[in-house]
């Protein structure tokens, strides 16, 4: 059986100090010191992987959804937002990320709204690589939506895949 995947980009950073050290982009575009949460005893002033992981989660979640309203023949109020929490966690020895993702589409009613973030979470990159092993909640407008165990397992069907 012959393989249909194909590599559209390849992003690369380096790393040097872990938590607390630095973290560059190979274009240069990211270059930043990196630190433990604040709240966690780190400086002011740094990021943390947890922070970049919302960040880009949350831009590809609202590519997602732009690439749903296309295919709808909709599109986005500009003013359309996606926030994403990201939880660090402690379990036993090991440690572990849950993200909340909370949609605001502006311009459609809630049903609608809730049809098409479900949409999204089947396609979004960081849905599909994170499905099966990160706890993923869904949110509009801050109210939780219900999220079938079958929508936070598995990975992508064919033909689900997001293009840029």
Do not use: W
């Not at 973290?23 to 949460?37: E, F």
């Not at 109020?77 to 949609?103: H, M, N, R, W």
């Amino acid at each position: 059986m012959e393989s249909t995947k194909k590599t559209l980009y390849t992003a690369d950073a380096t790393a040097i100090g872990g938590r607390s050290g630095h973290v560059r982009s190979a274009t240069g575009i990211i270059d930043l010191d990196m630190s433990v949460p604040e709240g966690l005893g780190g400086k002011k002033g740094a990021t943390n992987p947890e922070e970049l992981f919302a960040a880009g989660y949350s831009s590809c979640f609202q590519q997602a959804l732009l690439v749903i309203a296309q295919r709808a023949g909709d599109k986005l109020d500009p003013q359309t937002e996606v926030k994403c929490s990201v939880s660090l966690f402690q379990e036993g020895e090991g440690y572990g990320l849950s993200a909340i993702l909370d949609v605001d589409l502006k311009a459609f009613d809630r049903e609608k709204t809730i049809d098409m973030v479900r949409q999204a979470h089947k396609i979004c990159p960081y849905s599909v690589g994170t499905r099966g092993n990160m706890e993923v909640e869904l949110k509009v407008q801050g109210e939780a939506i219900p999220v079938a165990p079958e929508e936070n397992a598995g990975v992508a069907e064919k033909g689900d895949a997001v293009s840029a």
